[in-house]
T-cell receptor, first 113, second 111 residues
Framework: EAQVTQNPRYLITVTGKKLTVTCSQNMNHEYMSWYRQDPGLGLRQIYYSMNVEVTDKGDVPEGYKVSRKEKRNFPLILESPSPNQTSLYFC????????????FGNGTRLTVT | DAKTTQPNSMESNEEEPVHLPCNHSTISGTDYIHWYRQLPSQGPEYVIH???SNVNNRMASLAIAEDRKSSTLILHRATLRDAAVYYCILRLDNYGQNFVFGPGTRLSVLP
């Protein structure tokens, strides 16, 4: 089944403890992206990648890192999480054509205390 | 990106048609109109997109006004599973990297 898989679904951590949220897609999509969703602010893009070893900042990149060493994986790294990074995170992928739709994972709910 | 305006919420009865409006008065000639929906506890999912002509697929229909300043997503027979937040998004006909999701319309379906 074609899908975007995020892990974990739920994560509770403490301030400053490095964490990684994994994202994997099995559709051979070139483009991958991370969003965060917060009440009243909607979905905001954090980082995106147009292909292997090509990444760029979205609208809210501060405090996050990403890497794209393989086409299928796009992990989101929080080197030193803070409480304002408590949010619902979504990974998405699509073919790198002009109007191809985004496919989203089921989300990771992160709580930083 | 041009902006879209949608009602905050709408209600429908099960098995009745639902018309979800979207205004995009500043749309440009190369903007595609996309619709996504987000079911509870899930990521957004693609519903449909169009440029000028009305479009149909297995999930919904998209009716686009002749001047393209508004569009309507039509669910022909709402089911309880259609309760979700529906997002209307404009996308440029290029390789633009971001989909800008607004607050959307929260659709409630009553049994």
């Amino acid at each position: 089944e074609a899908q975007v898989t995020q892990n974990p679904r739920y994560l509770i951590t403490v301030t400053g403890k490095k964490l990684t949220v994994t994202c994997s897609q099995n559709m051979n999509h070139e483009y991958m992206s991370w969003y965060r969703q917060d009440p009243g602010l909607g979905l905001r893009q954090i980082y995106y990648s147009m292909n292997v070893e090509v990444t760029d900042k979205g609208d809210v990149p501060e405090g996050y890192k990403v890497s794209r060493k393989e086409k299928r994986n796009f992990p989101l790294i929080l080197e030193s999480p803070s409480p304002n990074q408590t949010s619902l995170y979504f990974c998405a992928s699509r073919l790198f054509t002009n109007i191809s739709p985004l496919h989203f994972g089921n989300g990771t709910r992160l709580t930083v205390t | 990106d041009a902006k879209t305006t949608q009602p905050n919420s709408m209600e429908s009865n099960e098995e009745e048609p639902v018309h979800l409006p979207c205004n995009h008065s500043t749309i440009s000639g190369t903007d595609y109109i996309h619709w996504y929906r987000q079911l509870p506890s899930q990521g957004p999912e693609y519903v449909i997109h169009g440029l000028t002509s009305n479009v149909n697929n297995r999930m919904a229909s998209l009716a686009i006004a002749e001047d393209r300043k508004s569009s309507t997503l039509i669910l022909h027979r709402a089911t309880l599973r259609d309760a979700a937040v529906y997002y209307c998004i404009l996308r440029l006909d290029n390789y633009g990297q971001n989909f800008v999701f607004g607050p959307g319309t929260r659709l409630s379906v009553l049994p």
